[in-house]
């Protein structure tokens, strides 16, 4: 065999990677250019939850001088990276797809498409319930006298880092289930560790959730359920 026989397969893998990678940052782009005409009104439904419960004539503030341009902005740009988003898992699947095994497929494909839905429903969950509440906890706790007016690009900071959190979170089953299927751990072992997962959730909570117990204890729960709900699909795995 030649030296360019055997440096074939690894260009065409370059090769095919460097087209992948071409068509993601396509779709990333376009659903970026999509959605740049509504920038603002992203970024008002973003801020509606705080907005609703600021007190009247109360409104954000931007700091910098150049905020109110640059905030919506990155607004699109995150809406444009979750838009093109089956557009990227499509062709990161049809890179690593051929050098899979077929019981390999079926597993990573429900194992995705349940972590797309749970970290939308996290997202979600942050958003509709979550925000609220804390939202109008802080403002009721806000001191008589003191403006709570909050800079638009520390929000969006704010409610990026809780949307990736609560997203995070409620990955728990998908975790728990490649932990049991991978053979890192035995279900008897993750069912014997539930008093360390409980405590370990609560310490987590109050890491990445503002300094409120109503946050934490509405990350807290949800994954504890999960971590449930995991075991579950573990022991049903088991039985099949």
């Not at 970024?43 to 109360?58: D, E, F, M, N, R």
């Not at 979550?130 to 003191?146: D, H, I, N």
Request: hydrophobic share 60%; net charge neutral.
């Amino acid at each position: 065999m030649t030296e360019h026989a055997e440096e074939q397969p690894l260009t065409a893998h370059l090769l095919e990677l460097r087209r992948r990678l071409l068509y993601i940052v396509a779709g990333i782009v376009i659903g970026i250019l999509v959605l740049l005409p509504w920038a603002q009104e992203l970024y008002a439904l973003i801020a509606k939850p705080l907005l609703s419960v600021l007190p009247p004539q109360t409104s954000m503030i931007a700091t910098d001088v150049a905020s109110p341009l640059f905030v919506p902005l990155k607004v699109a740009f995150m809406g444009g990276l979750v838009l093109s988003l089956p557009n990227t898992l499509y062709h990161i699947w049809a890179f690593v797809a051929p050098a899979l095994y077929r019981n390999e497929k079926r597993l990573i494909v429900p194992l995705l498409a349940s972590s797309l839905l749970l970290f939308a429903a996290g997202v979600a969950f942050c958003y509709f319930l979550v925000f609220p509440a804390a939202f109008r906890f802080l403002a009721a706790m806000t001191p008589e006298g003191v403006n709570m007016a909050t800079d638009i690009g520390n929000y969006l900071s704010f409610v990026l880092g809780m949307f990736l959190a609560f997203g995070a979170a409620f990955e728990v089953p998908v975790a728990v289930v490649l932990l049991y299927r991978g053979g890192a751990v035995s279900l008897e072992t993750l069912k014997a560790a539930r008093p360390y997962v409980v405590v370990g959730v609560f310490v987590v909570a109050a890491v990445v959730t503002p300094p409120d117990v109503l946050s934490q204890v509405m990350l807290a729960l949800p994954m504890l359920a999960l971590y449930e709900i995991g075991l579950l699909v573990c022991s049903s795995m088991r039985r099949n």
